[in-house]
């Protein structure tokens, strides 16, 4: 099995786990033409996941379910205004016997409140809770519920690939020097993005490894990261949670 970003809209990933035989599971498809760009290449789509109810995320489901007849795992959500969807909640398991694969489901609010992350053989799809040197904003949740799913996400096996949701890797990368200057290994990482992007190709999979050592948000106790929030707040934050958020907040903000 193998997991393919396919580039929808204007940054979004459609995630393919794909088995040997072309079978697979999609994951958040913003749109359906590059689902159906892949099927016409061989591609046969078995089931969709769904993380979160944002339109760039379930804006493809309708046309795809009319196309195949496909399971939609969903979040229980009423803004996934979906018939027939088979809701999904912390503990659950999906399982894709065509893939041999069964991914256990993870509630992880920040994001949005009830944003689901997908986790199995190896792989993490985890929407726009957790981006390569980066995290989602928090549209809903608080910085409590995202530091909460981050670190969920964080204490994951370190080869765990993180299938996240936007090429936002580069952009990311420029927060991430800012809020730790001095970061070798995610310096390292960031010269192998450069290299992928300009030959056209994703920045993603990451994984957690990776991301423990260079993003920012999950190095809140690194001595960089407290030296830049300390300078911020003029004095060092109180608790994870204040550094948490600090670094959301500027993050929010930052324009480099």
């Known amino acids: 099995m193998h997991a393919t970003p396919l580039p929808a809209l204007e940054d979004n990933y459609i995630w393919l786990l794909t088995g040997a035989g072309g079978d697979a599971v999609v994951v958040d498809p ?9 099927v016409a290449r061989g591609l046969r789509p078995v089931a969709i996941l769904v993380t979160h109810h944002h339109p760039d995320h379930i804006g493809g489901i309708r046309e795809l379910r009319e196309r195949f ?9 009423p803004r996934i205004g ?6 999904v909640r912390e503990g659950d398991r999906v399982d894709l ?6 991914l256990q489901v ?3 609010p920040g994001h949005t409140l009830s944003h689901v992350a997908y986790y199995g053989g190896r792989y993490l799809l985890c929407g726009d809770t957790l981006f ?8 809903e949740g608080t910085p409590a519920q995202m530091l ?5 996400l964080a204490s994951l ?7 996240c949701s936007h090429e936002y890797t580069e952009a990311n990368g420029r927060f991430a020097k800012a809020a730790e200057p001095d970061n070798p290994a995610r310096d390292d990482h960031l010269a192998e993005v450069a290299v992928a992007r300009a030959a056209g190709r994703p920045s993603l999979p990451s994984s957690i490894g990776r991301e423990r050592a260079g993003n920012p948000f999950l190095r809140l106790e690194s001595p960089g990261i407290r030296a830049s929030l300390s300078a911020r707040l003029g004095r060092p934050p109180r608790d994870r949670l204040e550094a948490f958020a600090t670094l959301r907040a500027w993050k929010d903000g930052f324009r480099g």
Do not use: H, N, Q
């Not at 913003?30 to 892949?38: Q, W």
């Not at 007849?69 to 959500?77: Q, S």
């Not at 979906?82 to 809701?87: G, K, M, S, V």
């Not at 909460?148 to 969920?152: E, F, G, H, P, V």
């Open 97 to 102: 016997p065509a893939l041999g694969l069964a």
């Open 82 to 87: 979906l018939d027939d969807c088979i809701r």
């Open 30 to 38: 913003g749109e359906a033409a590059p689902v159906l760009d892949a």
């Open 148 to 152: 909460a799913s981050l670190d969920r």
């Open 157 to 163: 096996p370190p080869d765990t690939l993180v299938c």
């Open 69 to 77: 007849d496909l399971p939609v795992y969903a979040p229980v959500e």
């Open 132 to 139: 390569s040197l980066g995290c989602g904003r928090l549209f």
């Open 106 to 108: 993870m509630e992880v």
